[in-house]
């Protein structure tokens, strides 16, 4: 195995010298987050999908010429709190003790209630998605919402927090969001053409953590219907495609997201041993598929099989990944490309100041700080490995 480097406890400490307490930043996908311009409400569709990719892809940062306020991501914070949690467990418990109340709270009170149920908006900025899909601060989604379901139930069991009342309204959000035409849930309430594997997924990792404070027999056949789907709809190398529209079409993005599904195949085995026979050789194909994502050096591609640019967000699924893999299955190769893909980060892609780059292109590196995308992530990364590190 590649040794892990003293320094990964000092990329820790670099990184959270630079978040210094505050989780203010900007996004890849805020392009329309302009207080000049309106949010460029009067733009068509297509052309607003188009700004958030001009602003995603631009190594140059040209949010302030546009006047894009930098704001405290939903997601991003459910994200860091899960790595403090993470952390706490570990054996280090500053950052738990100093930002994890502030993080609970921000959840919490950026919640979206609708009577009896209770789900998050991922973003703070609207989203136009290539395909034309709309997200909201104000419309709850599922991805968003799983990974505070995540954060919170963790922050509360380590806390001592009872939260039994919050996750009694998750289930009946799930409950009313699962398309039972598609047997898959609902990416948002208000994009229904389109079944997204990862979204299941993750909803699964949420049910995993969500059990031990409460459970519904329902959102677990709810869960095992879907699971069967996703298995189902593997490919034959291993792979889902990012999603698959009802009218038949397919977006064949192949990136992080398989990473994403494999972790919810993971807690599937833990929640649904009677499947395991299909689960674990659906595991198998997925593990060698996600494999041939990264190179021998731990770089990840980017949306295989296009190489370059080297995305942040690969490096940081890519080591939760193995790590999680070499949990469930203590093979030793996993953990070995896990400590190769952390390596290979912390020398290639975190800056002096302590932040985390964007993309690493094979000439241009693009240094801009996005606060969830990068920094979050790879603090959740470094989280799961840390205790290796420790070893």
């Known amino acids: 195995m590649d040794p892990l480097p003293d320094s990964i406890i000092g990329s820790i400490n670099r990184l959270l010298r630079w978040i210094d307490h505050s989780y203010v930043g900007w996004d890849p996908f805020d392009g ?16 607003k999908a188009a700004l958030i990719q001009i602003n995603k892809v631009s190594p140059l940062n040209l949010r302030k010429i546009l006047s894009i306020d930098p704001g405290i991501d939903v997601k991003g914070s459910s994200v860091f709190l899960q790595s403090y949690c993470n952390l706490h467990e570990s054996g280090v418990d500053g950052p738990l003790e100093e930002d994890g109340p502030y993080l609970f709270s921000t959840l919490m009170s950026g919640s979206i209630r609708n009577g009896n149920m209770i789900a998050w908006s991922s973003h703070y900025f609207n989203y136009v998605g290539v395909d034309g899909s709309i997200l909201t601060p104000s419309t709850p989604d599922l991805i ?30 799930l409950l009313c969001n699962f398309d039972h035409d598609h047997a898959c849930y609902f990416y948002g309430h208000h994009v229904k053409d389109k079944y997204v594997p990862n979204c299941d997924a993750e909803v699964i990792s949420s049910i995993h953590s969500a059990r031990e404070i409460a459970k519904n027999s329902d959102v677990d056949e709810l869960c095992r219907t879907s699971l069967r789907k996703m298995i189902d709809s593997q490919e034959e190398d291993g792979s889902w495609f990012y999603s698959y529209y009802h009218d038949g079409h397919v977006y064949r993005q192949l990136d992080f997201h398989q990473g994403y599904i494999i972790d919810g195949l993971i ?20 593990t060698m598929f996600y494999d041939s ?56 892609m975190q800056d002096g100041n302590g932040y985390f780059y964007y993309q690493k292109g094979r000439l241009l590196v693009n240094k801009i700080p996005y606060m969830r995308w990068s920094q979050a992530w790879m603090m959740l990364a470094l989280s799961y490995i840390i205790e290796f590190a420790k070893e």
């Open 267 to 286: 807690d599937a085995l833990d929640l649904f041993p009677e499947m395991a026979k299909g689960i674990s050789g659906s595991l198998e194909k997925a």
């Open 293 to 348: 994502m990264f190179t021998k050096d731990g770089r990840g591609y980017y949306r295989f099989p296009r190489q370059y640019p080297t995305d942040i967000h690969n490096q940081a699924q890519g080591i939760i990944t193995y790590v999680k893999l070499y949990n469930t299955f203590n093979d030793k190769r996993y953990l070995d490309m896990s400590t190769r893909i952390c390596n290979w980060t912390i020398r290639s």
């Open 144 to 173: 968003g919402t799983s990974n505070v379901v995540k954060a919170i139930c963790n922050y509360s069991r380590l806390r001592g927090i009872d939260v039994r009342d919050t996750i009694e309204k998750y289930y009946n959000f």
């Open 32 to 47: 329309l987050n302009s207080t000049r311009f309106g949010n460029f409400q009067g733009l068509p569709q297509a052309v």
